[in-house]
């Protein structure tokens, strides 16, 4: 399907005290274009200001969660413009080098996803299949996973050159000894190796994802909306009192380091590879 007849990127569902965000490029396993981000954060609003909303659920339509960021379907879009809402950094289409992809990257994936993590109702992430590198930032800037018993996640990033993706939480979703193999190797951790280290709040079988994750957020629901948001603020604060906030700053520091150094070395800042060349290459690396 051509990006042409692709309809909308994002749907947004509202089911009893709950809405549901729902990345829709099923025919790209939900690959992330700055498209899908600016209409997640539109669909985030939406679910903020609707008083009657009480939880968030963030779902993939299809076999996989997200593939990740957008880096090479035919609607990949990074050298357009938005209308950018949070003025994090200026536009970046206009700019060259660091110039551009630090104001791009501070916009559309850190800073993003931090104001995602802020929203001040409970937000899950209902995952199956694939979720990889970009897909990680979506989930993980929820407050807990649900994942279905084929989920896996993954960063292979490292491959690139590059250490993890900009929402650097692996350190803190996971142990840091666990976050160091998940880097060095890119394998795959599983459903059940991912509830182990307390990535993921609970496994279910893949037809009983959906019914299991509405009557958890069911129950949410039921709390007081203020209640939920004191709540929410004071364990994001704690965890950034372990690190988390300032440490990801440091990290997006290298991770832009490392895209000027390839940028330099090599043909692109992501070291020549595109979707098709790191699937094969993951693929090669779990063969052997
Ligand atoms: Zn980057």
């Known amino acids: 399907m051509s990006e042409q007849v692709e309809q909308d990127v994002v749907t947004y569902e509202v089911r009893g005290h709950v809405a549901v965000v729902t990345l829709n490029r099923p025919q790209y396993s939900n690959a992330q274009n700055s498209k899908v981000t600016y209409a997640l954060d539109a669909a985030f609003v939406r679910a903020v200001d609707d008083d009657a909303v009480k939880v968030i659920v ?61 929203i001040p109702k409970p937000m899950i992430a209902m995952v199956q299949g694939a979720c990889i590198a970009g897909g990680l930032m979506l989930a993980w800037s929820c407050d807990f996973i649900v994942a279905s018993d084929d989920a896996f996640f993954s960063d292979p990033v490292v491959r690139m050159g590059i250490p993890g993706v900009e929402y650097f939480a692996h350190p803190w979703v996971m142990n840091p000894r666990a976050a160091k193999e998940f880097l060095y190797t890119g394998d795959r951790f599983d459903a059940e190796r991912a509830l182990r280290l307390g990535m993921v709040n609970h496994v279910v079988p893949r037809d009983e994802l959906t019914e299991f994750t509405f009557a958890m957020a069911g129950r949410i629901a039921k709390m007081p909306r203020f209640g939920l948001a004191l709540t929410k603020k004071a364990v994001n604060q704690c965890e950034d009192l372990m690190g988390q906030r300032a440490g990801m700053d440091s990290v997006f520091g290298l991770h ?21 060349s790191m699937a094969a290459a993951n693929s090669k690396a779990e063969q052997a």
Request: glycine share 14%.
């Open 58 to 118: 963030l779902a993939g339509n299809g076999k996989h969660f997200s593939g990740g960021h957008d880096i090479g379907t035919p609607g990949r879009d990074i050298d357009q413009s938005f209308d950018r809402k949070a003025v994090i950094m200026w536009d970046h289409t206009d700019k060259a080098g660091a110039d551009s992809r630090i104001a791009r990257e501070s916009e559309v994936y850190l800073g993003m996803c931090r104001r995602w993590r802020e």
């Open 256 to 276: 832009h380091a490392a895209h000027a150094h390839n940028g330099e070395v090599d043909v692109d800042s992501l070291g020549g590879l595109d979707a098709r």
